[in-house]
Structures are given as structure tokens and as C-alpha cells.
């Protein structure tokens, strides 16, 4: 379990700390941008100049400019060992969930076709299984496409050993269909499992694997030749993968099943040609991946927590930095990495490296080539906000946490705070921990504007009481966020879990000094019953504590000592863990019909019986505690 919270420390898209980014304001947009190439390289060259001092330095970057590449060049090495340098049209780099843009275009062109409707319950097109239907309102494919599917994610489930462990999509969802964990249409819940299963479909109505549409009708009209979804990496493009940045994980080692979200490998000069086509209305060269229709159908905005702030196009987060909307999606595994397009300026980039960059180089270029008219700066706050400000403030926490699998542990550290200022402001305390936060100030009912140009708006009931949140603002994820009751804290419940866990390991302790004393003093200082009843008591408490105790041997175990590259050994471990707290919870139940006798009888001292009787009530209440955390197996 410590592995999983120390995976997602920075659980918040916003955790990393606001950029400066002004308020939207379109016609303000001045016509500007990059204009000669050996410019742009010197300035690329100086803004990249300190990343590049780091040994682990690994980036390749294109810029496309009216249909053409303006400039593209690779820095550092794809392999530091061998001293093999990055070549921007031969060193593939891991895409991460920018491979979620080729799924949604491959879809997209499933839409054009008409073999998929937008508005279309999934469920429709699948025979083999069905989503189930615990929410009235069906899962769309545009749904899918715009991350308010409301699937649950599980990291867990779709992770495999090795590359031959990989199946079939239509075999892994039939085995683990999507989990339906909130209300499709609500709210954005950003899902690799939801774009995943989106590449199924794409299977199921072509006819063919999603590798194969994929290749013919993406990669090969955009002459993408060093690009693939594939595991293990076709024998041409496998000696080009770099090996910088992947955590010391060797290629054959690098799958994932839900492999339409997440394991897109291509160099950057095909991701130009990528975006050249997304650009160019569809069409690159003599080749139509797109109608001008479908391709602005993709572009627009599709959902929006509030109409005045970004939402999610098809595929594509919106973003509005110095006064330009753009399009862009972000990726983070193996290798860092940004797609990030200006449609009206004709304009866009994709950037992979390993490693950080400590700068944020979509505000830099921004800055430098297409500068704000003006800078943003909070306002003054409403007047008679202070008196309204308690309605916003409290508890709440991300919704793109799983509710239906053990990632659910991750809430015990997601609590994010709304407090009240004097000022007439607000501040957004982010996880973890309030680490970061940002001072936030009402520009309209239920919408607010945060430092960095951050945009906070809020959703109420028919009763007019808040119960959500959401933001979005410079290349962060639209994030929903669910008001939660002081009882849900999730630092309270780790509070509780772990006073719980001191409890049954007091009761072994407890339990070997009074033996030790009684053979010290050799002589019992209690004498058992005829029945007894008080000796199984006492041993049938001391056997769930020591359940309770060694549930975390395994999983620490596996940290230690395990092979961190194999998912399976992970999963042997918590299967092992949970079910020993699933026997613990079980053989519980019975310590408060002990203590009940115990009370009935007064067979022991006062102080032994209430102490007795805490581990009971801890027992008791591990049943609906482990279960609310997903936690016994189920």
C-alpha cells in the first residue's frame, strides 16, 4: 500500500505549481510567432541550455508552421552508455498518453465512416460483454472520447509482465469489463482505461486489431514509418527506442494491456506529420486521414464544466495561455511528453524528453512568441463575498481516483482543502498535503479565477448546496473534484486505520508479556474456567492480531526484495495480504461474543475486559473499514 501512495504523490494535476497565464480573451491576440529557424534554434538552444547539463539529458522536438516543418532537432542521447545521439527522424521516444490522440483520430475516422455513432450507447457494438447498466444514462462513445465516461481506471489490472503476456483487447475487456464508478456525462474523470476501451471498439466495428487499423489508416497515409503500438517492437524500430529515461527498464519489459491509452512509440518528425494533418484540415500531403467536417468536429469543444472555462474536445484538452485557445495533451511514463496545437495560428510542437525540465516551456514559448496583450491579475473580490464564502469552503477530493479497486487508497492522501481568507478571497490547498495552493477570487457566481490564470468553478444542487469542484487552467488536466463530509477525510481514516493497526499489534505484545510474567512469578495470576471459554477467548484475539500484524509482510516484501518490473508478483503479494485480512475479519466477529461472556461472567479484571473489548470493537469495525477501501479481495 505504500507503494501505491508514493506512486501518486504529486495526485493532483495542479500539484506541480501554477504558470503564469492570463485571462481568456481572444480578440485581444496579436499576430506574432516564430519567424526564422536559426533564431528559434538559438532560442531553444539557451532554454534548453541547463536541462542539458544533466547526464540524463534525452529530448527531440519539431515545430510545424503552415502545414511544413519550421524546425526540428534532437538534443542530448537516446542511449548515454552507448553515446548514441538523438536524430529526430530515427530515435523513437516513448508518446505515453499523447497515444491517446492517435486513438481518438482512428475513432474519429470510425465516426466519419459512420460504422460508429457519437451519441451511441456503447453497449451497442459490443458482443461479447456489456457494460453494466448501474447508472440510467448509457456510456457513449463520445463519452469515451471526452473523459466523462465516469470508468473506473485500475493500473493494477492492466499491468502485465512481459510483452508475451499482452492479449487481445476483446479478450482482457470480456475478462475485466470497464467498471462504471460515477455518472457518464457529468463530469470530466480522466480514464486510460476508458480511451483504451474506445481502441477496442475500434476493433470490434472494423474488423480488424487496432495495431492493424492503426498502421493502415494513421501511420501509413501520414508516412508515420517509425511509429507503433506494438509490443514487442517490430525488429526495425526496436535498436531506435531510447533507452534514456525508462527507469532502467529494458524494452522487452515496457507493456501495458491497455495499450491504446498509453504505448505509442514514434519519433518526433512523425508526430510532426501527425500534426501537420491535425493542422491542415485532415489532409497531409496528397493523403486525407480526415474531412475539413470531422476534423473540425474533433477540434471543438465537446464538454466544459463551466461555459467559461477550457473544457475537452474529442481527444484533445483546450487551453487558453496569452489569449490563444490551443489544443493539447500531455504524457508521462518512460518519457515526458506535450502535443500542443495553436489552430488559429496554424502553429504547433510535440516535445519528449526524460528526465525534468524544471522550466515550463509551453509558458516560455508562449511568452516569447505569442506574448500576452496584457497581463492577468486577480481582481478585486465581490464586496459581500465574505459572507458567502462558507459555501464553498470544506473538504473535497479528485475524482479520478478509482472507487471499485484498491487504487481507491490513494483518497488518504488526496484531501484538498477551500479555506477562507480575510480578504475576500479563497485558497485552494492541494494535495498532497496542501503542499501547493493557489489563492482564488470570484469573478461570477460559482466560477473563479486563481493566480496563474486558473480557472475554479463549482456546481451546486437543487438546494443550492456545493457539491463539486473543478479546475483546469495552462496544460493541466481538467480535474473534478467531489465536496466531501469531515468524517470522509482521508487523513482521518488513515488516522483511524493505523490507531486500528497499533491496536491488534498491542494484543500479541500484550499478551507475550503476560506470559512472561507468569513464568517469571511461576504461577497463573488468573485461573481459567472449567469451560475454558476466557483461554479460547484470549487466543482467538491474539490470532486475528497477528493477521492483522503480518498482513503487510507480503506487499513490503515484494518492495524490497521483489522484481518491481513484474505487475504479477505485486498482485501475488496483495492477494496474499488480503486475504489474510479477510480471515482476520472473519475470525473478528467473534471477539464481541467473547467479550459479551466476558462482560456476562466477570471472569476477569476490569481493566482486562475493557481492554478486551477495544480489540473486539476494532475488529468489528474492520469489516465495513476494510471494505469501504476495497481491501478484502472482492
Do not use: C
Not at 474529442?314 to 490563444?324: T, V
Not at 481568507?421 to 485558497?427: E, K, S
Not at 463549482?458 to 481538467?478: H, L, Q, Y
Request: aromatic residues 12%.
Amino acid at each position: 500500500m505504500l507503494m501505491l501512495l508514493g506512486a501518486v504523490m504529486t495526485i493532483s494535476p495542479l500539484a506541480r505549481g501554477p504558470q503564469r497565464n492570463p485571462a481568456v480573451n481572444i480578440s485581444s491576440a496579436t499576430v506574432a510567432g516564430p519567424a526564422d529557424p536559426k533564431e528559434f534554434e538559438a532560442w531553444m538552444d539557451q532554454f534548453l541550455a541547463e536541462y542539458l547539463r544533466h547526464p540524463y539529458a534525452s529530448l527531440g522536438f519539431v515545430l510545424i508552421k503552415n502545414g511544413k516543418v519550421f524546425f526540428q532537432k534532437g538534443y542530448g542521447y537516446a542511449d548515454s552508455k552507448k553515446g548514441t545521439p538523438v536524430v529526430p527522424d530515427r530515435t523513437l521516444f516513448y508518446a505515453a498518453s499523447v497515444s491517446k490522440l492517435v486513438t481518438a483520430t482512428a475513432v474519429m475516422q470510425l465516426i466519419e465512416q459512420r460504422k460508429l455513432r457519437a451519441d451511441a450507447d456503447v453497449n451497442t457494438y459490443l458482443t461479447r460483454f456489456q457494460l453494466e447498466n448501474n447508472f440510467p444514462a448509457p456510456v457513449t462513445v463520445a463519452n469515451l472520447l471526452t473523459h466523462t465516461s465516469g470508468l473506473d481506471d485500475s493500473f493494477i489490472v492492466g499491468s502485465v509482465d512481459r510483452p508475451s503476456d499482452l492479449v487481445s483487447l476483446g479478450d482482457f475487456f470480456t475478462k475485466n469489463p470497464p467498471r462504471r464508478g460515477r455518472p457518464p456525462g457529468e463530469q470530466i474523470v480522466y480514464s486510460n482505461m476508458g480511451m483504451a476501451f474506445a481502441g477496442y471498439l475500434v476493433e470490434a466495428v472494423s474488423g480488424v486489431s487496432f495495431y492493424e487499423f492503426a498502421e493502415q489508416n494513421v501511420f501509413r497515409p501520414l508516412g508515420m514509418e517509425h511509429s507503433s503500438f506494438r509490443r514487442p517492437f517490430p525488429s526495425n524500430l526496436a535498436p531506435s527506442v531510447a533507452t534514456a529515461g525508462v527507469a532502467g527498464q529494458p524494452p522487452d519489459k515496457t507493456a501495458i494491456q491497455p495499450y491504446p491509452a498509453e504505448s505509442l512509440v514514434s519519433t518526433v518528425t512523425d508526430m510532426g506529420h501527425f500534426i501537420i494533418a491535425h493542422l491542415n484540415d485532415g489532409r497531409f500531403e496528397h493523403d486525407q486521414i480526415l474531412s475539413e467536417a470531422s476534423a473540425h468536429e474533433m477540434h471543438r469543444q465537446h464538454f466544459t464544466q463551466h461555459p467559461h472555462m477550457p473544457g475537452v474536445a474529442y481527444g484533445f484538452f483546450e487551453s487558453y495561455i496569452n489569449d490563444r485557445r490551443a489544443l493539447f495533451h500531455t504524457g508521462g511514463g518512460g518519457h515526458e511528453s506535450v502535443l500542443y496545437l495553436l489552430p488559429d495560428e496554424h502553429v504547433g510542437f510535440y516535445l519528449v524528453y526524460s528526465g525534468e525540465l524544471e522550466k515550463d516551456f509551453v509558458q516560455a514559448f508562449l511568452d516569447h512568441y505569442y506574448p500576452a496583450s496584457r497581463q492577468f491579475n486577480l481582481p478585486n473580490p465581490p464586496s459581500d463575498f465574505a459572507q458567502r464564502a462558507k459555501r464553498f469552503t470544506g473538504l473535497y477530493r479528485p475524482n479520478f481516483i478509482a472507487m471499485t479497486s484498491i487504487e481507491k487508497l490513494v483518497s488518504l492522501i488526496a484531501d484538498t482543502y477551500v479555506v477562507s481568507n480575510d480578504d475576500g478571497t479563497l485558497t485552494l490547498q492541494l494535495p498532497p498535503f496542501g503542499s501547493k495552493s493557489l489563492r482564488m477570487v470570484e469573478v461570477e457566481p460559482l466560477l473563479f479565477r486563481a493566480e496563474g490564470g486558473f480557472y475554479i468553478a463549482f456546481s451546486e444542487d437543487e438546494k443550492e448546496n456545493i457539491t463539486r469542484m473543478f479546475t483546469s487552467g495552462s496544460i493541466k488536466d481538467p480535474t473534478a473534484y467531489d465536496r466531501m463530509r469531515w468524517y470522509e477525510s482521508g487523513l482521518l481514516h488513515a488516522g483511524l486505520g493505523a490507531t486500528g493497526f497499533l491496536m491488534f499489534l498491542s494484543f500479541p505484545v500484550v499478551s507475550m508479556i503476560g506470559f512472561i510474567r507468569r513464568r517469571w512469578r511461576k504461577a497463573r495470576s488468573e485461573r481459567q474456567s472449567a469451560t475454558g471459554e476466557p483461554h479460547l477467548a484470549w487466543r482467538m484475539a491474539t490470532l486475528v492480531s497477528l493477521l492483522v500484524v503480518i498482513t503487510p509482510l507480503p506487499v513490503l516484501t515484494w518492495m524490497l526484495f521483489g522484481d518491481h518490473s513484474r505487475p504479477s508478483q505485486f498482485r501475488v503479494a496483495f492477494h496474499i495480504s488480503s486475504g489474510a485480512l479477510l480471515v482476520a475479519a472473519l475470525l473478528g466477529l467473534t471477539l464481541s461474543i467473547f467479550a459479551g461472556v466476558a462482560w456476562k461472567r466477570g471472569g476477569w479484571t476490569i481493566v482486562r475486559r475493557l481492554y478486551y473489548s477495544a480489540v473486539a470493537l476494532a475488529a468489528l469495525l474492520m469489516v465495513p473499514f476494510l471494505y469501504h477501501w476495497n481491501l478484502l479481495g472482492f
